[in-house]
């Protein structure tokens, strides 16, 4: 065990890689740009991604990775851990990046390594057993992808792409194609939005009146002919009240897309606006104009990677609470559609800005 650099990218040994990254969507948007640093450090090797099932999708057409592993034992007991120790230790690796490293992920690996199938190097975020390499003093509440490159560091493959980076596979591409065309759409000629989260964070949402207004101002600006909302199939009555608020000029795709058709539908699009979510996330690959709205979430920690990607939040004392319910939710009320248009046509020197709030609440 061992915290001092090395070169594994050097090592002609290392012939099969595999990475673990079970995360939910946003966190695993993000680990997409290390998962480019690591295809591009190792080239001629064949990588595999063990991953949840939920999230296999994302990576179908996705040729850096020769099989994607769809299993994170955090379901199933005793006979879904058996099954990845078997599949792992069969994959016969020289390499294992524990990109998810937690308590289970640690044990998962300790396991495997006294059953003699951990291979000979193992990257985690910590530089103690059962790996190999890692740094030995980052603070835990660090954003995750500074704790993701400081152990590849270690281990001396570079860390230099700064936006998320995934594959759209041919027929995500072409539905976004059809859906610009049904509604008369032109690239560059509209404004994206995200104004759902999981219901469970519901707390994460700017709101419908915020969006709407938001939606107006941009129009009225000249900058775009067209609002989009974009959300899941659970977001469609949410959609279609922003779009009636707005007017014509709104088209509502909530629960008309798929996740990979995010990504073309951010590329094709002038800016992109949306609450702290995994869809925003999926943007972010786009490397488009963004703002992101945050509240009772640390934009440090959740912001969507890249440097075309502002987070703004209010600056009261109870932002980044994490709570799941709230009377007041002052750190969402008093981030202002004016605010967010002027981080869209006169961009921030900052990827995080803090606003003033107007009305302080009584906490």
């Known amino acids: 065990m061992s915290a001092s650099p090395l070169n594994l990218p050097q090592d002609p040994s290392i012939r099969r890689i595999l990475i673990i990254k079970w995360s939910a969507l946003g966190d695993l948007v993000m680990a997409s740009a290390v998962f480019e640093d690591i295809r591009r450090a190792f080239p001629a090797a064949e990588i595999h991604l063990n991953t949840a099932a939920a999230n296999q999708t994302l990576f179908a057409a996705d040729p850096r990775f020769t099989r994607i592993i769809a299993q994170d034992t955090r379901k199933g007991g005793l006979r879904s851990v058996l099954d990845w120790l078997r599949q792992i230790r069969a994959g016969r690796y020289d390499l294992i990046i524990d990109l998810q490293t937690t308590d289970r992920s640690r044990l998962l690996l300790g396991l495997l390594r ?35 490159r400081a152990a590849l560091q270690l281990a001396g493959i570079p860390t230099k792409t700064n936006h998320p980076v995934l594959a759209v596979p041919s027929h995500n591409a072409a539905r976004v194609r059809d859906l610009l065309a049904q509604y008369g759409l032109i690239d560059g000629s509209y404004a994206l939005f995200f104004p759902g989260c999981h219901s469970r964070g519901y707390l994460k949402r700017w709101g419908e009146q915020h969006f709407a207004e938001l939606g107006k101002l941009l129009l009225a600006s ?142």
Not at 124 to 130: K, L
Not at 278 to 301: E, F, N
């Open 114 to 148: 006294l059953i003699g199938g951990a291979g000979r190097y193992r990257i985690g975020n910590h530089g103690f057993w059962p790996y190999s390499v890692g740094p030995n003093d980052l603070p835990l509440e660090i954003n995750p992808l500074i704790r993701m």
């Open 222 to 363: 000249g900058r775009v002919q067209h609002i989009v909302i974009a959300g899941g199939p659970d977001e469609v009555a949410l959609g279609a009240t922003i779009a009636g608020l707005i007017g014509v000029a709104a088209v509502n795709l909530c629960g008309a897309t798929e996740m990979l058709d995010i990504i073309a539908l951010a590329e094709a699009a002038q800016c992109v606006v949306g609450n702290d979510t995994g869809t925003s996330h999926l943007a972010a690959c786009a490397q488009k104009p963004q703002v992101v709205i945050c509240g009772p979430t640390d934009p440090t920690r959740v912001k969507p990677l890249g440097d075309n990607v502002i987070a703004i939040q209010a600056d009261l004392p109870c932002s980044s609470c994490y709570q799941k319910h709230c009377v007041h939710h002052s750190c969402m009320r008093e981030v202002h559609p004016e605010q967010v248009l002027a981080l869209l046509t006169q961009p921030s020197a900052q990827t995080i800005v803090r606003v003033a709030a107007r009305m302080l609440p009584n906490l």
